[in-house]
């Protein structure tokens, strides 16, 4: 082991004392190796060119004006006249305001249910609940409401059968119990005949929409009072469907 003095001295003592930069010294070890990262610090050639030539310079501004949209100045004529403040302002869409108090909701909930109760009175498709609307459903009610069908009318045999059902007489009660099971075979046989009528004719003049429950509907429609069916009637008894 050498002594103190004999080692040589920093690379930054001969610069007085003051430490290199680091960018030279990274110069001065790539020229001491070759090949490793003399690339690196590669300045560029003197003999390249700061600016584009001329030709090159004409040809890019030429391409710029050519994707600039050319102006017109001749004004487009307008369509119409500009309407008024007053005319702009009353089509002007207002937000929904909702009522401020309980008295004036209930007045205008009121009113809307009176008139989707007319709406649906008239048979209007969207006042009506999704179990009315339809073309099928629509020739199933103009059927059922052009004839006359003995189970319109089983109600009013109905009531008396029920105050016989009652009584303690059993020739009586035979007799009561015989008339309600013929009334059901009436109502049952005539809305199965109904339906299946109502189901052809759907089929002929409807053959892509759905038919499911309309033998149901039918049969239900067919065993009420003709003044109390909702949607009402739109066409008159013994009208061909």
Not at 75 to 98: D, F, L, M, N, V
Not at 196 to 209: C, M, N, S, V
């Amino acid at each position: 082991m050498l002594p103190y003095r004999h080692y040589p001295p920093p690379p930054y003592a001969a610069s007085g004392g003051r430490r290199r930069a680091p960018v030279r010294r990274a110069v001065e070890f790539c020229a001491l190796r070759p090949g490793r990262l003399a690339d690196v610090f590669r300045r560029r050639p003197t003999d390249a060119p700061d600016v584009l030539d001329a030709d090159q310079a004409d040809q890019t501004a030429a391409d710029a004006d050519e994707a600039q949209p050319v102006r017109s100045s001749v004004t487009a004529k307008k369509a119409g006249p500009t309407p008024k403040r007053s005319e702009a302002q009353a089509h002007r869409r207002t937000p929904y305001q909702a009522p401020t108090d309980r008295k004036s909701a209930a007045v205008r909930d009121r009113g809307e249910r009176a008139r989707r109760a007319q709406a649906l009175q008239r048979g209007e498709q969207w006042a009506m609940p999704p179990k009315d609307r339809g073309n099928v459903r629509g020739l199933a009610r103009d059927y059922v409401d052009s004839r006359r069908g003995l189970s319109e009318y089983y109600l009013f045999a109905a009531i008396p059968l029920l105050v016989l059902l009652f009584l303690h007489v059993a020739n009586v009660q035979l007799i009561a119990d015989g008339l309600v099971l013929v009334i059901l075979v009436v109502v049952i046989g005539e809305g199965y005949l109904i339906g299946k009528k109502i189901q052809r004719l759907a089929t002929e003049r409807y053959p892509g929409e759905s038919q499911k429950g309309i033998k149901i509907y039918s049969f239900v429609r067919n065993t009420q009072l003709r003044r109390l069916r909702i949607p009402k009637p739109r066409v008159a008894r013994g009208q061909k469907i």
